[in-house]
């Protein structure tokens, strides 16, 4: 389980990413419960025309603890909100308690209370239920898992037996997509340097950061500002500084076509027709390299803050939550000789995930446009220094990490030429220096990562290896000159 970095109000990252994959089998050795009435206190949200797409979106406050239950090949086992929710889960065993709210109360109550007859109420837990939850009590990533037996009444609810399944499972043969933008405010944040400040900024004029810092509406800033040691095994020691800041708007995007699936009909989900998860959003930097990087040829990387959110999207009944990790760092990499006074400012957008067709499978999308401009100058020196202020982000599905992307702006100056100096007879006297020689600085990015076999939680064929999603490399000039 991960340890959580105590929370703190921090912008939104976005994130959007990809699906856990795993498949799921009944227990053989278990009754199969009869046919499940929908639940009397569930919300009849499930899509009555399968024509019309579900709508994804942010959930909303009150859907924090939202579940949605679906029994395939069931009549009227379509996914619908339910009154049920995960009292507590246990992934070492994948055990879950299961309670129910009921009608005008806010306390659970259990699930499986046989009725007079001996039989189960309706509404309740059964075998084939496949289950959707957002963060729960031992479930801080979500649950999306199949009830493969039900153990028995506890005095919080009906204890199960649990075991992974698939999205198609719940969304069958619906359409669904969506952009949704990550609240900045719902990010956990650990500062791995003493001089870093987070901001963001919300709607209803909510700002949180040092005092004075201009955010947009949904957006994360960090800002940071250190010294660069000098590198183990690098030529030559040096001094250098790095200060500025990455500021981003992220958002998930999310779809799923179920063309290829008859889960609505069917005891088992045929899996999507198509499916996309991805991280997309506004980037903004400006940061600052000043001094002479005592580096060496292999990039030196030091992060300076992670970040951690678990944003809900609603996708028609179902909780779909994704799962965002940020990384922010900084990297350098030169032969300890080039002084630099550089400073760059850098907008621009991204986007970075996976695609599925039943034709091609699963294909990276990696897209980014930026444009910058320097905004000083300065090399000196022969030598080459490369440094880049970048983010690493993950995006998953209920606990599963299916897309990795690392957008990396970078700068880069280089400097060819020689350097003589002259001194007159005499002690005391002055030398003079004369240089010759040229220098030019680069503004670039990388934009690089991997999709993940955990996609498959889409239902789709299961990815046998990781697949990268290629580089996308630019490069332009800032700035040249004589020495």
């Known amino acids: 389980m991960r340890k959580r970095p105590s929370r703190a109000l921090v912008p939104a990252l976005a994130a959007s990413a990809l699906f856990l994959a795993a498949g799921c089998s009944a227990d053989p050795g278990q009754s199969s419960a009869a046919a499940r009435t929908p639940d009397a206190g569930a919300s009849a949200t499930s899509t009555a025309n399968s024509d019309q797409p579900l709508a994804v979106a942010a959930a909303p406050a009150a859907a924090a603890t939202s579940t949605a239950v679906a029994r395939p090949g069931a009549a009227g086992g379509k996914a619908h909100k339910t009154s049920l929710k995960v009292k507590s889960y246990d992934s070492h065993t994948r055990r879950a308690v299961i309670s129910t709210v009921a009608k005008g109360t806010s306390s659970p109550s259990p699930t499986g209370t046989p009725t007079p007859a001996g039989t189960r109420a309706p509404g309740r837990t059964a075998v084939g239920d496949v289950i959707a939850s957002a963060p729960a009590p031992g479930a801080p990533d979500g649950l999306l898992a199949k009830v493969t037996k039900v153990i028995g009444e506890t005095a919080d609810g009906t204890e199960v037996q649990t075991a992974p399944t698939t999205l198609d499972t719940l969304l069958g043969g619906d359409d669904a997509k969506g952009t949704v933008p990550v609240d900045p405010a719902s990010f956990d944040v650990e500062r791995l340097l003493p001089d870093v400040k987070v901001s963001w900024a919300k709607t209803g004029d909510i700002h949180s950061g040092p005092e004075g810092t201009k955010v947009p509406l949904g957006s994360l800033r960090v800002d940071v500002a250190t010294k660069v040691a000098t590198a183990e095994g690098a030529p030559a020691s040096a001094d250098a500084s790095v200060s500025g800041f990455v500021q981003v708007k992220p958002e998930v995007d999310f779809s799923y076509g179920g063309g290829a699936s008859t889960a609505a009909t069917a005891s088992t989900a045929s899996g999507p027709g198509a499916a996309y998860l991805g991280i997309s959003g506004d980037w903004t930097s400006q940061w600052a390299l000043k001094g002479r990087a005592g580096a060496t040829a292999k990039p030196v990387r030091l992060p300076f803050a992670k970040l951690h959110a ?35 400012d850098l907008k621009g957008d991204f986007k970075a995930g996976g695609t599925f067709g039943t034709a091609a499978g699963w294909t990276p999308v990696n897209e980014s446009h930026m444009d910058s401009s320097p905004v000083r100058t300065s ?32 700068l880069r100056g280089e400097a060819a030429g020689t350097v003589t100096a002259t001194t007159p007879v005499g002690s005391g006297n002055k030398s003079d220096v004369a240089a010759s020689g040229s220098w030019a600085l680069y503004g670039g990015l990388d934009l690089s990562g991997t999709l993940q076999i955990q996609l498959a939680i889409f239902g789709t ?23």
Not at 313 to 337: A, H, K, M
Not at 381 to 409: E, H, N
Not at 461 to 483: F, N, Y
């Open 310 to 344: 678990d944003p809900v999207l609603q996708v028609g009944p179902i909780p779909v939550v994704v799962n965002l990790d940020l990384t922010c760092y900084f990297e350098i990499s030169g032969d300890g000789r080039v002084t630099v006074d550089v400073e760059q």
């Open 379 to 410: 090399v000196t020196t022969a030598g080459s220094v490369k440094a880049a202020l970048g983010a690493q982000a993950t995006v998953g599905l209920y606990g599963a990490v299916g897309v990795t992307a690392d957008l990396a702006p970078y």
């Open 461 to 483: 064929p299961v990815i046998q290896h990781a697949i990268p999603l290629g580089t996308l490399h630019r490069e332009w000039k800032l700035a040249d000159g004589k020495m």
